[in-house]
């Protein structure tokens, strides 16, 4: 272990530039973001969920009467012109023609979108056939449904439309909402044992410059300009903007981590040896699916008082969701599988976790360190609208680490939550 680097305020102006850097990288990335991002070329995952819901809810309509309706309500708030003009389909399906008129209209101009209204003519106003569904709607329930009609107006036997699998979806709602329950067990057991002494946290010798110069350097350095400059080496391969994920990815954490060492003085070993001890693993690791459902409890609460201000607005995780949807072949979906549940949980919480969290608590109190760490995590994603969400996660992942005293906690449970994600949108 050597001596940690020293910086003093020769150093001032370096770290004044990344700061500039910085925050000239954020604003270029926010400004990006606010611009209305370009219209999808067909359905989205958005679109799926919500037929799903639809389909389950048409299944258990004799139950709880009423709900197929406040499903198809839904459907207003979608914001593709291709999701509004499926679920036009959906609307008019399950008996909703005010709604069904509403959306029909936005498909988009182009033979596409008259290629639709031709197919609606045909399937609901006795429109001239031949009429076809339109590429765009493919794969979806709408789609279905809407064959079956031009189906029916020529003679033809109906296809079978898609329709939710209830008994996975049993298995699935079991598992949440066992998961709910330990969540809210574990977070009365954090309240009632608060006051407990908590496993000691890694302790940083580095000063305020040396923290900046981390971070900092890791923003600049990694997540803006590699990432860049990966993006653009791999804009010709086929699928580059696919497998720039996971190369972009390990050259940010390669230097992020890197300077971590570098600055604290450590060898790799060391540094994994002070963030996660390994007397502690078993301990830490138990913790982990208690953590899983605190996250969950945490992060559905704010979701929920979050929702009225979401309306209008696209989903923030799409580009995540459509590059996970779009991956294709075996070696494709692993590297991004591996990235997301693997490599991102690891470094986003040796940086957050294992070494934010502690620097900062030790200076300014654990509640302090708790927010700033939560607070950064959820800003580094660049996704205003999901600030709150993503903060929120961080807070629990800090709290998991915080009881768990290993950070093998919090990658345990950030590795479930990216990976459920992205079997989920596989599913």
């Given at each position: 272990m050597r001596e940690p680097l020293k910086l003093t305020k020769v150093h001032d102006p370096l770290l004044a530039i990344l700061a500039l850097l910085a925050l000239l990288g954020v604003g270029i990335s926010l400004d990006s973001r606010q611009k209305a991002p370009p219209e999808p070329a067909s359905t989205?995952?958005?679109?799926?969920?919500?037929?799903?819901?639809?389909?389950?809810?048409?299944?258990?309509?004799?139950?709880?009467?009423?709900?197929?309706?406040?499903?198809?309500?839904?459907?207003?708030?979608?914001?593709?012109?291709?999701?509004?003009?499926?679920?036009a389909v959906d609307a008019r399906e399950a008996g909703d023609a005010g709604l069904a008129e509403t959306?029909?209209?936005?498909?988009?101009?182009?033979?596409?979108?008259?290629?639709?209204?031709?197919?609606?003519?045909?399937?609901?106003?006795?429109?001239?056939?031949?009429?076809?569904v339109p590429a765009p709607l493919k794969d979806t329930r709408a789609a279905a449904l809407l064959g079956n009609r031009l189906r029916a107006r020529q003679g033809l036997a109906p296809l079978p439309v898609p329709e939710?699998?209830?008994?996975?979806?049993?298995?699935?709602?079991?598992?949440?909402?066992?998961?709910?329950?330990?969540?809210?067990?574990?977070?009365?057991?954090?309240?009632?044992?608060?006051?407990?002494?908590?496993?000691?946290q890694p302790q940083w010798r580095m000063d305020g410059r040396g923290a900046l110069l981390v971070f900092l350097g890791w923003l600049v350095g990694g997540l803006f300009l590699l990432n860049t400059a990966v993006g653009f080496a791999f804009r010709h391969l086929p699928d580059?903007?696919?497998?720039?994920?996971?190369?972009?990815?390990?050259?940010?954490?390669?230097?992020?981590?890197?300077?971590?060492?570098?600055?604290?003085?450590?060898?790799?070993?060391?540094?994994?040896?002070?963030?996660?001890?390994?007397?502690?693993?078993?301990?830490?690791?138990?913790?982990a699916p208690a953590f899983v459902g605190l996250a969950l409890v945490a992060v559905f609460c704010i979701a929920l008082?979050?929702?009225?201000?979401?309306?209008?607005?696209?989903?923030?995780?799409?580009?995540?969701?459509?590059?996970?949807?779009?991956?294709?072949?075996?070696?494709?979906?692993?590297?991004?599988?591996?990235?997301?549940?693997?490599?991102?949980?690891?470094?986003?919480?040796?940086?957050?976790?294992?070494?934010?969290?502690?620097?900062?608590?030790?200076?300014?109190?654990?509640?302090?360190?708790?927010a700033a760490s939560s607070l950064l995590f959820g800003f580094i994603h660049l996704q205003p609208m999901a600030l709150p969400i993503l903060a929120t996660l961080g807070f629990a992942l800090g709290l998991a680490v915080r009881r768990g005293g290993s950070l093998w906690t919090s990658i345990l449970v950030h590795s479930c939550w990216n990976g459920s994600i992205f079997v989920l949108m596989k599913m």
């Open positions: 989205t995952r958005t679109l799926k969920v919500l037929e799903l819901q639809l389909g389950l809810g048409q299944k258990v309509e004799a139950m709880q009467p009423g709900i197929s309706r406040k499903f198809v309500a839904a459907g207003k708030n979608l914001t593709a012109s291709w999701d509004k003009a499926a679920w959306l029909r209209h936005a498909a988009p101009a182009g033979p596409e979108g008259a290629a639709f209204g031709s197919a609606w003519a045909a399937a609901y106003e006795d429109g001239p056939l031949p009429a076809a939710p699998d209830l008994v996975r979806l049993v298995l699935m709602g079991a598992l949440v909402g066992l998961l709910f329950l330990g969540g809210l067990v574990t977070a009365v057991v954090l309240i009632a044992t608060r006051k407990r002494p908590k496993p000691p580059g903007r696919l497998w720039a994920l996971p190369a972009g990815y390990l050259c940010h954490a390669a230097l992020g981590t890197w300077l971590l060492m570098r600055v604290e003085g450590l060898s790799f070993r060391e540094l994994v040896a002070r963030v996660a001890p390994s007397p502690r693993a078993l301990r830490a690791l138990a913790w008082a979050w929702a009225p201000f979401m309306k209008g607005h696209a989903n923030p995780q799409q580009e995540v969701q459509d590059l996970i949807a779009g991956a294709r072949g075996l070696p494709l979906q692993a590297s991004i599988f591996l990235t997301l549940a693997v490599l991102a949980p690891c470094f986003e919480e040796l940086l957050f976790r294992g070494f934010l969290l502690p620097w900062a608590g030790e200076r300014w109190g654990v509640a302090w360190g708790l």
